[in-house]
């Protein structure tokens, strides 16, 4: 096959995987190249490693089924980071922390709740050591404090190759430390975290109650301290207020710079939810956007999940996203989280829609009046519940995932070529998100 062709696949590819998963699809996609395409795999090349990562994490499935569906055949996906951003990775010599590929600078919305926070962390990722050390953010769950860390780290990743950081959540710092006195290599812990040019420390309220850590914390913050290196730590509430943690640590807290965030007025909300639509490459007008940042206020990882569950249904759905499809989704009118549907609630579904039994699904029959419920119980398990395809493939006598696989594709086909198809999936969906009886 040509490059040209190979190319062409894989824009169709990609295309598939926005229609598909458009919760977790990204605008960056469009950069992705492939490495490798030899029939069986495809080899799909990354920026770098923060991309393979999340690809890894979030879009591995979306990514094989739509390279499935595209190619027809069984083909496996992989992520490496592209032979290009390789060589310039080589030349860095950079400790590369897991950095998440979404929480930039330029993918944070700044306003009155958050101000001094980004301002802080920009002044910071601009020289390291320099401004304010430590900087410490504090405020509630979901309003944007790793983000920020990650956005520093980003930054000074950008600007100084070779700088070493390690970022990493408190605990597990403490569970490293746990792991070098068991291992007797407190030394290697020791040049892990006392040679770097930042550290950078997410929810540090974990310290409570552990004294020995506390020790330990308290040895590095001053080694580095004292040699100018950076210091950034985060937590839930200001240093005075966290309860159990020494004094002398919680006065070194306050050396620095203490920022608090604040939850978002409506203004920023609404900036945040358009932010977040556009990263994924999702077209949202001004009504749905303030109607998600009227119903969800305190925390913005809800007001992205609010997005996320109202982009998902339309997708199941096939319906364009209007004002009333994002009330059905978030005024309880279903059951919006999907995780609290059940196999069992789509298979009851199921089964009462075309008159079958579950022994019929669970049978080795393949006429088709049993095949085709049997895959599109197969097909909303795999949109609307968590299972993985082991698992549908258990609920509906034991097949395996290669099946599933199969049948999800064969009715996501359907849905897209069939409008009596796309009707009755719409219907089923909507019997099974609303829970209701079916007569
Ligand atoms: N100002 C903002 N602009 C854009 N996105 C934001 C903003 N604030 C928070 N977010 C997003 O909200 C989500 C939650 O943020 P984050 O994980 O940084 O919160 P947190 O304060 O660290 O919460 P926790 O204490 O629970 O760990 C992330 O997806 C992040 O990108």
Known sequence: ??????????TDIVARVRAMDPANARTW???LTVERFDGGSIAIGCPDESNVRFLHENCRSSFTRAAQQITGHLVTVDFVVGAADRRVADQAEWSRPALHPDYTFENFVVGPSNRLAHASCIAVGQSLGQTYNPLFLYGSAGLGKTHLLHAVCHEVHKRIAGSVIQLLSCEDFVNRFIRAIEQGNITGFHSQFRTVDA???????????REQSQEEFFHTYNALYNSGKQIILSADSPPNEIPSIEARLISRFNWGLVARID?????TRVAIVQKKAHLRGLEINDEIAEYIARQVQANIRELEGALTTIYALATTLGEPVDLRLAQTALEGQIKLATKHISITDIIDVVTDHFDVRLTDLQSKRRSQSITVPRQICMYLARN????????IGGHLGGRDHTTVMHACSKIAEAQQSDPQMQALLSELTKRVTQGRQVA
């Open 1 to 10: 096959m040509s490059a040209h062709e190979v190319a062409n696949i894989f």
């Open 29 to 31: 996609f469009d950069d």
């Open 199 to 209: 550290l950078v420390i997410d929810d540090i309220q974990f310290l409570r109650e």
């Open 263 to 267: 939850p978002p007025s409506y203004e």
């Open 384 to 391: 609307l519940t968590r299972h993985s395809l082991e698992e």
